[in-house]
């Protein structure tokens, strides 16, 4: 059984690996075109490690989505075989396909900077409008959109979400064993 809020994390990793990734893609895009330039020998060096530094985080973040894309599609796919949808969703996994598709594209245009950040920007927008589609489109098939209280890990909306009372706190009226011991022992202290 799927909890609904491990698909809603899913969806939010994804799209904040993504943004991360068309950001990526501007710097490293940018940082070709500087290098295009020919960059004299004291800038040089600092471009070698502005270079190096693009290239792990773009790795990482590379890597981030894959994993959250991952994730995302296997949440995606419990969420509707538990509610009878069709298991690919309306977008969400031809999103992930057409990113795959648009991330290999960039690397056979990756002669013209412009292009190539273009590209992979446009891989980053079709998933994220992907993903997005699918959340509303889940919602509105399955009811599956309600507010998430991390509080109390259901609907915020509940009168009873997350409003703890005096009473919660009044052991003897959930367990009269220690209400029994607290009288005990007042009753041991009086005696002092």
Same mark, same amino acid.
């Given at each position: 059984? =799927? @909890? @609904?809020?491990?698909?809603?994390?899913?969806?939010?990793?994804? =799209?904040?690996?993504?943004?991360? /990734?068309?950001? &990526?893609?501007?710097?490293?895009?940018? /940082?070709? +075109?500087? *290098?295009?330039?020919?960059?004299?020998?004291?800038?040089?060096?600092?471009?070698?490690?502005?270079?190096?530094?693009?290239? #792990?985080?773009? *790795?990482?973040?590379? *890597?981030?989505?894959?994993?959250?894309?991952?994730? !995302?599609?296997? +949440?995606?796919?419990?969420?509707? @075989?538990?509610?009878?949808?069709?298991? #690919?969703?309306?977008?969400?996994?031809?999103? %992930?396909?057409?990113?795959?598709? *648009?991330? %290999?594209?960039? /690397?056979?245009?990756? %002669?013209?900077?412009?292009?190539?950040? &273009?590209?992979?920007?446009? %891989?980053?927008?079709?998933? =994220?409008?992907?993903?997005?589609?699918?959340?509303? !489109?889940?919602?509105?098939?399955?009811?599956?959109?309600?507010?998430?209280?991390?509080?109390?890990?259901?609907?915020?909306?509940?009168?009873?979400?997350?409003?703890?009372?005096?009473?919660?706190? @009044?052991?003897?009226? !959930?367990?009269?064993?220690? +209400?029994? $011991?607290? $009288?005990?022992?007042?009753?041991?202290?009086?005696?002092?």
């Amino acid at each position: 059984m =799927i @909890n @609904n809020a491990d698909w809603y994390a899913a969806c939010r990793r994804v =799209i904040r690996f993504t943004v991360a /990734y068309a950001v &990526i893609a501007v710097v490293s895009a940018v /940082y070709i +075109q500087i *290098l295009a330039g020919r960059p004299t020998g004291l800038l040089a060096g600092w471009m070698v490690v502005f270079g190096l530094a693009i290239s #792990l985080i773009g *790795l990482g973040v590379t *890597l981030g989505v894959v994993l959250t894309v991952v994730f !995302w599609g296997v +949440q995606a796919a419990k969420l509707a @075989n538990r509610h009878g949808s069709p298991a #690919l969703g309306p977008l969400g996994f031809w999103g %992930a396909g057409a990113f795959v598709v *648009l991330f %290999a594209l960039s /690397y056979l245009v990756a %002669a013209w900077p412009l292009l190539y950040g &273009i590209v992979r920007v446009m %891989a980053a927008v079709v998933l =994220i409008a992907a993903i997005v589609h699918d959340r509303k !489109w889940y919602a509105g098939k399955i009811g599956a959109e309600q507010p998430y209280s991390m509080v109390t890990g259901g609907d915020a909306r509940s009168p009873l979400a997350a409003q703890p009372t005096a009473d919660d706190w @009044n052991a003897g009226l !959930w367990d009269p064993d220690v +209400q029994h $011991d607290i $009288d005990r022992r007042r009753d041991r202290s009086q005696d002092r």
